[in-house]
C-alpha cells in the first residue's frame, strides 16, 4: 500500500534550505506519521507519537526540530554560537547513528550542526566534535552522561527533547539514566515521544515529562505493518530450523534477509552454520565490537553479505532500503519486539516479507504474538528437504562424514594412517595426531612388579598416579562479612 496525501512537504511552510535537502534525497509525499506530526511539533506542542516501524518517524521530528532552529543557524566557526538546542536520545548505537545521518542529510543546506554519541568507540573523538559545537545532539543514554560527567557537554540551553523507540529504553533499564538527563535539561522545554508501540509503562513515563501532549496513532496500536505478509513454519527440531533457513533464502531466491535469533551465542553459530552450507552470511550481537558490527552492517547495506544473522539489538534503527525480508529463527520471548523484527522490512509503503520458524517448544511465545497483534496467524508445517539438512556435528564441532571420508581415503591394512587431513577438514589442524585410530592405553597392574614388567612407561604412569592425593581446604570468611 503506498501513502497517498493530499499534502506535499512544501504546504508545511519549511525553510528553502530544509525542502531543497529533502528533494535531493527523493521525498516527494509525506508518510501518514509525517503528515500529522509535522504541524504540530511546529505549533510547539508536545507529542506522544504511535507509528509502525519504517514509517518515517524520524523526519516525522527532525524536520520540524530543523525549521524551529533555522533562525539560529549561522555560518560562525565559535562553538559558542552552537550549542545544544535539541536533544534526541536513542536506545541502540546503530539507531543513534540512522537518526543522526539523517538529521545531516536534512540540515546539510541549513549552517546547522549535529553531532552523534554512543558507546563502544572511543569518547575522544566525541569529545572533539562536541567541542565544535553542535545544534542537534543525538545520543545514546549512557554514552551521553559519559560526557555530561565529564562536562564535554552542557543541555543549558536545549529547548527540545526527543525520546525515539522509548518503549525500547525501558526494555534496556534506560530509566534510572533517562530521569537523570531531564535533570540536566531546562524546566521550559517541547517534549517528543515516538515508538512503534505503546505500553502501560509507556504511559507512566509520558505523563512524568509530557505537558498536555497531542496523542499521534496512524494506525492500531501495536499493529504490524498491513503491507508485510507474515507466515509461520512448523519444523520439527533445532537441526530442521537451521536448515530451513538455507532452503527457504534459495527457494525464495531472496537477495538479502535479516534472520533473528534471541541469543548472542546463537547468532554467530546460525551465521557460521550458513557459511558452511555456502550463504554468504555474517552475525551482528551486543558481543560485537562497535567498529564490527558498524563494519557488518556497511557491508549488508552494500549488498555484499546475503545473510544478516541479529539479535534485538538490530530490531531498532536498521533501515535498509527494500529489504524485501525477515526471518524468525526464534520466535522473541517479548511479543512486542516482534512488531519491531518484521517493520525491517515493507519499510515506507513497500511490500515485504516476514517468516517467523517454529517448533513445538515456541507454541506459548506465538499464542503472545497473536495476542498482541490480535488475529490468528496462519501456521503450517515446513517440509524441510534431506538435501538442505547439514551434516550432523560432534560435540567438538568436527563433521562426523569424516570418519566415513577417512575410511575411503586410508589405504587397506590395520595400523595404515592417512597422510593428510581430508579437504573437508580445512580449517583443522595438519597435525597427524588427529588422522590416527583411537589406541587404547595399556592397563596398568596394581603389582609393582607387574607394573615394572609392563614398561617404564606404564610404571611412571602408575607412579604418577599414586602421587596424586586428594586435597581438602577449610575456607572462612573474614569477620564482618
Do not use: W
Not at 94 to 101: H, K, M, R, T, V
Not at 283 to 305: M, N, P, V, W, Y
Not at 347 to 359: D, E, K, P, Q, Y
Amino acid at each position: 500500500m503506498a501513502y497517498r496525501l493530499n499534502i506535499t512537504f512544501e504546504s508545511f511552510g519549511l525553510a528553502e534550505p530544509i525542502l531543497r535537502a529533502v528533494t535531493e534525497l527523493g521525498y516527494r509525499e509525506p508518510t501518514p506519521i509525517q503528515a500529522q506530526a509535522i504541524p504540530i511539533v511546529l505549533q510547539g506542542r508536545d507529542v506522544m507519537g504511535a507509528a509502525q516501524t519504517g514509517t518515517g518517524k524520524t523526519a516525522g521530528f527532525a524536520l520540524p526540530i530543523l525549521e524551529r532552529l533555522m533562525p539560529l543557524a549561522n555560518t560562525s566557526a565559535s562553538p559558542a554560537r552552537h550549542p545544544v538546542r535539541a536533544l534526541i536520545l536513542a536506545p541502540t548505537r546503530e539507531l543513534a547513528d540512522q537518526i543522526y545521518e539523517n538529521v545531516r542529510q536534512y540540515a546539510q543546506h541549513t549552517g546547522l550542526r549535529a553531532a552523534v554519541v554512543f558507546g563502544g568507540v572511543d569518547i575522544k573523538p566525541q569529545i572533539a566534535a562536541l567541542r565544535q559545537g553542535c545544534e542537534v545532539l543525538i545520543a545514546t543514554p549512557g554514552r551521553l552522561l559519559d560526557h555530561l560527567g565529564q562536562r564535554t557537554v552542557s543541555l543549558a540551553q536545549a529547548k527540545m527533547l526527543v525520546l525515539d523507540e522509548a518503549d525500547r529504553m525501558l526494555d534496556m533499564g534506560f530509566l534510572p539514566d533517562i530521569q537523570r538527563i531531564l535533570q540536566e535539561l531546562p524546566a521550559e522545554r517541547q517534549n517528543l515521544m515516538f515508538s512503534a508501540t505503546f505500553s502501560t509503562e509507556i504511559r507512566k513515563l509520558a505523563a512524568g515529562f509530557l505537558n498536555d501532549p497531542v496523542l499521534i496513532e496512524v494506525a492500531r496500536r501495536n499493529a504490524a505493518a498491513e503491507n508485510v505478509e507474515q507466515r509461520i513454519y512448523q519444523v520439527s527440531g533445532l537441526d530442521d530450523k537451521r536448515a530451513a533457513v538455507a532452503q527457504l533464502v534459495r527457494e525464495r531466491g531472496l537477495p538479502q534477509v535479516i534472520v533473528f535469533t534471541n541469543t548472542k551465542i546463537g547468532a554467530g553459530r546460525l551465521a557460521r552454520e550458513l557459511e558452511r552450507d555456502g550463504l554468504n552470511a555474517a552475525a551482528i550481537h551486543g558481543d560485537k565490537s562497535q567498529q564490527e558490527r558498524l563494519t557488518t552492517l556497511e557491508a549488508f547495506k552494500k549488498g555484499e553479505t546475503v545473510v544478516l544473522v541479529a539479535t534485538d539489538v538490530a530490531a531498532r534503527g536498521l533501515d535498509i532500503a527494500e529489504l524485501p525480508a525477515v526471518i524468525n529463527y526464534d520466535l522473541p520471548y517479548n511479543a512486542e519486539d516482534y512488531v519491531h523484527r518484521i517493520g525491517r522490512t515493507g519499510r515506507a509503503g513497500a511490500s515485504g516479507l516476514a517468516i517467523s520458524l517454529m517448533t513445538a517448544t515456541d507454541e506459548r511465545y506465538l499464542a503472545d504474538i497473536e495476542k498482541l497483534l490480535g488475529r490468528k496467524l496462519p501456521c503450517e508445517p515446513l517440509e524441510v528437504r534431506a538435501s538442505a539438512r547439514r551434516h550432523e556435528r560432534s560435540r567438538d564441532g568436527v563433521r562426523s562424514e569424516r570418519h566415513a571420508r577417512s575410511a575411503r581415503s586410508a589405504p587397506s591394512g590395520a595400523g595404515s594412517t592417512r597422510a593428510r587431513a581430508p579437504s573437508s577438514l580445512a580449517g583443522y589442524s595438519d597435525d597427524p595426531f588427529f588422522s590416527q585410530p583411537y589406541v587404547p592405553a595399556a592397563p596398568v597392574a596394581d603389582d609393582p612388579a607387574a607394573a615394572t614388567a609392563a614398561g617404564p612407561t606404564a610404571a611412571s604412569a602408575r607412579a604418577s598416579r599414586r602421587a596424586r592425593r586428594p586435597v581438602a581446604a577449610l575456607l572462612r570468611a573474614a569477620p564482618g562479612r
